[in-house]
């Protein structure tokens, strides 16, 4: 099957560079890109060790460029790219910018909202997980067993 330009598995290749930006920088190799009208609008990638920053997840710097490049502090009509699911505090920032639809790689079962009990996403948010799952999540297992080694 042919993948289409504005596919979901399109988008993420386009978050997974971002992630394999960070993982050449030392820092957990996660990427993201927010989508609107089928157009990136913002590409990021984690940066907590360049800027010395907890705050500066792949989504959250997504969000706040994206949110830059549009004028506006809410992302109605966007999707949300990312590479490993959300943690808790870039989930409550998807919920505080309206983002329509998260869209992530892989799952993470140590730190992703996921698990955790109640609504952390905003009620109207589309959730869908595990594209590109295999890539993803290798991208991240690779990371840490370099810092093993």
């Known amino acids: 099957m042919i ?14 560079k971002q992630a394999q930006y960070a993982f050449e920088e030392g820092e957990i190799p996660v990427g993201a890109v927010v989508v ?8 990021a990638y984690n940066q907590t060790e360049r ?3 907890v705050t500066a997840h792949a989504e959250m ?4 460029s994206a ?7 809410y992302l109605t009509n966007c999707k949300l790219y990312v590479t490993l699911e959300p943690c808790t505090m870039c ?9 329509d639809e998260i869209i992530f790689g892989a799952h993470d079962d140590k730190r992703g ?8 996403l ?6 869908t997980g595990g594209i590109m799952e295999k890539e993803c999540g290798n991208l991240v297992t690779s990371f840490f067993s370099k810092l093993r080694d």
Request: overall charge positive.
């Open 67 to 73: 949110a830059n490049y549009l004028g506006s502090k």
């Open 113 to 120: 909202y996921s698990r955790l009990q109640g609504q952390v």
């Open 122 to 127: 905003h009620p109207k948010a589309k959730v």
């Open 91 to 99: 989930a409550g920032a998807t919920f505080w910018s309206q983002v």
């Open 36 to 43: 609107c009208d089928n157009k990136i609008i913002a590409r």
């Open 61 to 64: 710097l997504a969000i706040t």
């Open 51 to 53: 800027l010395n920053d």
């Open 3 to 16: 993948q289409g330009l504005h596919s979901d598995e399109a988008f993420m290749k386009e978050a997974l």
